[in-house]
């Protein structure tokens, strides 16, 4: 199946400098989980291929990963807390520059989205001791959501510990820069939401204190990888993940004005109301919480999110709400995206029944549209 996108000429192929990198174009690749890794976390031989396939976006943000064995949520994905991990990861940084291309990659904790199965039956932690949901289960479709037990306030300092270390091996593995995961119910976004951070503490309460583990994590990062090199993801109204926040303006105004202080490069905003497919959005819920709503609270790089077409990723950057505009599930069955966008061109839709596990299958195998013009040709 195919859908033919406007062309994405003018705003989304336009060089764009940020910080003190020069990105070819405004087409970014969103961090995609797709479970690939081996039972240490190390990323699959084939994820050089798969990396470098997409080297033509602006700028590609590797899937999420996780900052140590407590933060694992799922079976499949990678981790930058030990050295083979570093190394594959290597590879893979390798093979994207060489194709000429920019890679960040995101880390971040799972939090409650976890279970006892991945660590030797302790429970998973959380900001307090509330699961994400009664029924509900983890994306391996097997293990249930699980009731965390809260973070003592002096471990939160280790939690902290885990992004600073991880982000310096990112840096030894050749990424060239960090994005900060704080989004769809992990655990810095668990912290943010009053509908799972119950704490009466330093971490809890107010839109301040909830923000202050984002804040520590992220000042952290900045200091290994300086701002310029980090980035932070955010998702104000989604239920992803059980997530939930009585005043999201309140919560996400407060962590979006503390990054702004920090200096990062940038803020990438998963908007809300879409349906995140290749169609066209659905009419956005909540606006106001869109990349707009952030861009007087951020003055840099802002990075809208989640259901856009070239022609509304290219409306984002022309309004000025945003300035760079990410492109997910796309990017799984297209890996030449702009190059399609420039040229009008057909894009092909993904299998689901591959996006997780397996090999190269619905992983390496998509064409490139020069190719799929010579097969049709031939």
């Not at 470098?52 to 590797?62: D, E, H, K, P, T």
């Not at 949901?133 to 965390?148: E, N, Q, S």
């Not at 310096?168 to 900060?180: I, N, S």
């Not at 583990?213 to 989604?238: H, K, Y």
Request: proline share 7%; aromatic share 8%.
């Amino acid at each position: 199946m195919t859908t033919t996108h406007a062309s994405g000429r003018g705003a989304l192929s336009r060089p764009y400098q940020m910080g003190s990198l020069l990105l070819p174009n405004r087409i970014v690749m969103a961090p995609l989980t797709r479970s690939r890794a081996d039972g240490e976390g190390v990323p699959s031989p084939l994820a050089p291929q798969y990396y470098a396939q997409r080297s033509s976006a602006g700028l590609i943000i590797a899937e999420g990963t996780t900052v140590s064995r407590q933060g694992t949520g799922y079976l499949g994905g990678p981790g930058l807390y030990t050295d083979a991990q570093m190394a594959g990861w290597r590879l893979v940084t390798d093979a994207v520059h060489r194709a000429g291309g920019r890679i960040f990659v995101q880390l971040f904790h799972a939090g409650r989205m976890s279970h006892p199965d991945f660590h030797e039956g302790a429970l998973p932690v959380g900001p307090s001791a509330i699961a994400a949901g009664p029924a509900r289960v983890l994306y391996d479709h097997v293990h249930p959501f699980t009731r965390p037990r809260a973070l003592r306030q002096r471990e939160i300092a280790g939690v902290v510990a885990q992004f600073r270390t991880a982000a310096g091996r990112a840096a030894k593995a050749g990424f060239d820069g960090v994005e900060v995961h704080a989004a769809n119910g992990y655990l810095l976004d668990q912290f943010l939401q009053d509908g799972a951070n119950q704490r009466t503490d330093r971490y809890g309460g107010t839109p301040l204190n909830r923000a202050r583990l984002l804040r520590e994590v992220t000042a952290a990062v900045i200091q290994v990888c300086g701002a310029d090199r980090v980035g932070v993801r955010i998702s104000p109204v989604n239920p992803t993940n059980g997530s939930y926040d009585s005043d999201p303006a309140a919560a996400y105004g407060q962590a979006a004005a503390d990054l702004d202080r920090l200096g990062v490069a940038y803020l990438h905003v998963i908007e809300p109301g879409v349906n995140g497919t290749l169609s066209e959005p659905a009419p956005m819920s909540s606006p106001f919480l869109g990349s707009g709503f952030f861009r007087p609270l951020f003055s840099r790089t802002i990075i809208a999110a989640s259901g856009l077409t070239a022609r509304t990723g290219a409306a984002r950057i022309d309004s000025g709400d945003a300035d760079l505009a990410a492109y997910g599930k796309p990017y799984i069955s297209n890996p030449d995206l702009p190059e399609r966008f420039a040229a009008g061109a057909e894009l092909i839709e993904p299998d689901r029944d591959t996006f997780y596990f397996g090999g190269a299958e619905g992983y390496t195998d998509y064409p490139t549209l020069d190719r799929a013009l010579t097969a049709r040709a031939a």
